[in-house]
RNA sequence: GCGCGGUUAGCUCAGUUGGUAGAGCAUCCCCUUGACGUGGGGAGGGUCACAGGUUCGAAUCCUGUAUCGCGCACCA
């Protein structure tokens, strides 16, 4: 026996050494497997790129663990493995991130440094941050293949996205569009639907009349953008107010004259304030689909800081917080404020800078997921069809499946209620949208009601993957929203577009798998899906499995104002790669939050040092046990053992096919601690130190019978073990004898690794 | 408003197709000095949120209720 089992198992000594004996073996690639593996099925999943905005935390480490094990227990299962590895470039995030430090160390805004200045220095955080992400994948253990690592913003991804971009400007999908948009005075951009986050305030919901004239009383909590309205709206449906449907009103508001048409419209309840409401298109996004509807002027009132564009002397040039206080006692001069009360109220923040959403009329790029195209691949080629019937069926045909299953649900009802996304930001750190300008007629922009349109149409568009020839072009300002490229991530990472590259991989998408987090469901997923039937014409993957939220160990979400982050790499310098990966995936079914506290990784230490001293009493109650013999000798009772473990095996089998990582983990755990320690090693050892004989004897059949049992089941419990816990598994294979000495050691009888070795039966 | 999930031992949670309630931690008792004290054995502790239903049989399936949490929409 050797040495090293004398003293206990040293994970920080063993774990980089031998993950650099993986990284060396090349068996993460899977076109460097061992030639047995030429025929076997593909296997593929993508690491959801993490963002470089900062480094990873235990959700991530969780992520790595659970697609470790799917990736692992394919290679074992004879699968080739694909798993490749990536970051993202997070655009809106990791720019903001970028600017406050620099305004914080320095002072400066990103109009001091520039354009380029400024993506300078972002790329340089991107790089850092990078590096320290790529260090926490090896750490963890992860057998990922970095000959093919990916950046969302590299060359290659930026040729997909400018493709695709094209495409679907041809398809006319994507097109420019005068539309309210969610717009962070803030961070001085449009943001999507999904980066919004509501917070609940107390505020005031005020009752008033436009004027004396004008017989409809309407209540809001934002007086302010009733300079801006152009209608009143009531439910066709309310006696008080059917009279004056279709009557028009004119006024002079707070300063700002007013032209009022009274529309119905069911979206408005008849029981909320006083039954009709103020129709402020420009600042409302539900306001501006009902002045769609009813072919309303559109006023703007509040600019992109936040400042009032109108109104009297009190008003104009005033944020809006002022503002609204302003008109409030204008209306009260008036006689007009007729109520004023305390309301709960959801206001929306942007959710990486905080600034409060205001929505703003804007000339933006969206893909519009109603609008009809002709499919040219898969099963709807030839058809017309939306993205969103494309992104409905993917899921509601089972051509992708959700674990858990109620996800496919949730999947669904945020399918149902999309609208068209907003893709274009005004910032500079992204993919540039790839659309060139050239004036035709040089009229100035009109900052008045209905002159928007013309602008566009003022202007020559080009859209190409390149840029155009000839003089007086200009390319657009605007960058593209961050999952516009993390959407191709399943295809762009196998050389897409690059038809003779992509069709080398063409085997390995669909992805076999997606693993990644519920919480972006529909902004990662959805998108690939979105992206990928779009382009290829078939889905981006068959499953997606999704994990939960890691909490503390109170349950609480892991925030850095909490400064309750248990920091992955700590740990693992504590106890180890394989007691963190184990304290994460036991007792956590898919898609259930977990929590995480120091002493659960602790106990799966104390687990890894038993099967250190598992494997230190086998080895050293077997030496010189000739392996070969096989069980043609057992005893009957042994035999029953074998039995036992095989038929656990087999059910541990099944429940990796299953994805039910966290019982086949337990499983093996009390196996191996409860059954085969407590138990079978207790016993043994009088069985052991009976056979002894006098030298050249023949050993008692029934110790040689045991010694084969422990031997065979120590071997397949480490195969079993290994997605589990890669390291200490891999670091105890390279000592065990029969199944080839450790190359390293002896010489002689070069072993494969147990990474590649077969999973056990 | 629409939807999803939780409710099982003091705590944290398993319980895969329905078959006499489980683990870890905690508590208490005992044992153990050549695999491991980072150990072993044992005990106490639960009307499986509640009420109905299906069934020979329900923690598990169905209906409803309560309660906590979450998502989406609305939020004039």
């Known amino acids: 026996m050797n040495d090293i089992f004398l003293k206990p198992y040293n994970p920080v000594e063993t774990e980089d050494r031998i993950y650099d004996s993986w990284e060396k073996s090349g068996y993460f690639d899977y076109e460097k497997l061992p030639k047995r593996y030429a025929d076997g099925q593909p296997f593929s999943i993508v690491l959801p790129p993490p963002n470089v905005t900062g480094t990873l935390h235990m959700g991530s480490a969780l992520m790595l663990a659970i697609e470790d094990i799917m990736v692992r227990y394919a290679r074992m299962t004879g699968k080739r493995t694909m798993w490749i590895p990536g970051t993202d470039h997070a655009a809106i995030a990791t720019q903001s991130k970028v600017e406050k430090e620099i305004s914080k160390k320095e002072g400066k805004s990103r109009h001091d440094l520039g354009r380029e200045e400024l993506l300078r220095r972002i790329d340089i955080f991107a790089k850092e941050s990078h590096d320290v992400i790529v260090k926490q994948v090896r750490k963890m253990g992860c057998s990922i293949d970095w000959s093919r690592e990916a950046f969302t913003l590299d060359e290659k991804r930026n040729l997909a996205v400018r493709t695709v971009f094209k495409k679907m400007f041809d398809d006319g999908i994507i097109y420019r569009g005068f539309r309210v948009v969610n717009w962070d005075p803030k961070g001085q951009t449009t943001i999507s639907d999904d980066e919004i986050v509501y917070e609940t305030r107390k505020t005031k919901l005020y009752t008033f009349k436009y004027s004396k004239d004008i017989p409809i009383s309407i209540s809001t909590t934002r007086p302010e953008t009733k300079l801006g309205d152009t209608a009143i709206a009531v439910h066709p449906d309310d006696a008080r107010f059917a009279k004056y449907i279709g009557k028009e009103f004119s006024t002079v508001f707070a300063g700002e004259p007013i032209h009022l048409k009274v529309i119905s419209d069911i979206s408005v309840e008849k029981d909320f304030g006083t039954g009709a409401l103020g129709v402020t298109p420009a600042h409302s996004a539900i306001d501006w689909e009902m002045s769609q509807k009813n072919n309303l002027p559109l006023k703007q009132v509040i600019n992109e800081y936040g400042k009032m564009m109108v109104g009297n002397d009190s008003i104009m040039g005033k944020k809006t917080a002022e503002a609204r206080e302003a008109v409030v006692e204008w209306l009260r001069a008036e006689g007009l404020l007729e109520k004023e009360e305390d309301i709960e109220h959801n206001i929306a923040l942007a959710e990486r800078t905080g600034g409060v959403v205001e929505p703003l009329p804007k000339l933006q790029w969206f893909v519009g997921v109603n609008k009809k195209f002709r499919a040219q691949k898969g099963k709807f080629a030839g058809k017309e069809v939306t993205l969103k019937e494309l992104m409905h069926d993917a899921v509601e045909s089972g051509d992708t499946k959700m674990i858990p299953d109620r996800f496919e649900k949730t999947y669904i009802h945020w399918i149902d209620n999309l609208r068209d996304w907003c893709i274009s930001r005004q910032i500079w750190y992204g993919h540039r949208v790839p659309v060139w300008y050239r004036e035709v007629e040089s009229e100035k922009l009109k900052e008045e009601s209905g002159k928007w349109k013309a602008e566009s149409e003022k202007l020559e568009i080009y859209c190409d993957i390149n840029p155009p020839k000839g003089e007086g072009w200009k390319q657009d300002e605007d960058t593209l929203d961050t999952w516009f490229s993390s959407g191709l991530w399943t295809f762009s990472t196998l050389g897409w577009p690059d038809e003779k590259e992509f069709s080398k991989y063409k085997e390995f998408h669909p992805n076999t798998i997606l693993e990644t987090g519920w919480d972006i469901l529909p902004f990662w997923v959805a998108r690939m899906i979105l ?46 790669a394989d007691a963190v990966r184990v304290s994460l995936i036991i007792g956590v079914g898919p898609g259930n939050d977990s929590k995480i506290g120091e002493d659960k990784i602790k106990a799966y230490k104390l687990f890894a040092n038993k099967l250190w001293n598992i494997t230190r009493f086998i080895l050293s109650g077997t030496e010189g046990c000739n392996y070969d013999v096989g069980f043609d000798k057992s005893t009957e ?62 050993e008692s ?14 071997i397949k419990l480490v195969r079993a073990l290994h997605p589990f816990m890669p390291y200490i598994t891999e670091e105890i294979w390279a000592y065990l004898p029969g199944v080839g000495g450790s190359a390293e050691k002896s010489g002689k009888d070069v072993k494969e690794l147990l990474m590649v070795s077969e999973w056990p039966l």
């Open 637 to 698: 009772k042994d035999l029953a053992l074998k039995e036992e473990f095989s038929a656990i095996l087999k059910d541990i089998t099944s429940d990796m096919e299953n994805f039910r990582y966290y019982l086949a983990g337990d499983k093996l755990y009390q196996y191996a601690w409860h059954r085969l320690a407590d138990v079978l090693l207790e016993e043994s050892k009088a069985i052991l130190s009976s056979g002894i004989i006098a030298n050249g004897a023949p």
């Open 531 to 576: 992206m990928s039937t779009y382009v290829l014409g078939e889905v981006p993957f068959k499953s997606v499995y999704l994990h939960g939220l890691v909490r503390d160990a109170q349950g609480r979400k892991i925030s850095k104002s909490l400064g309750n982050n248990v920091e992955p790499l700590d740990m693992i310098a504590k106890y180890g």
């Open 701 to 714: 059949p029934e110790k040689t019978s045991r010694q084969q049992f422990l031997l065979d089941t120590l």
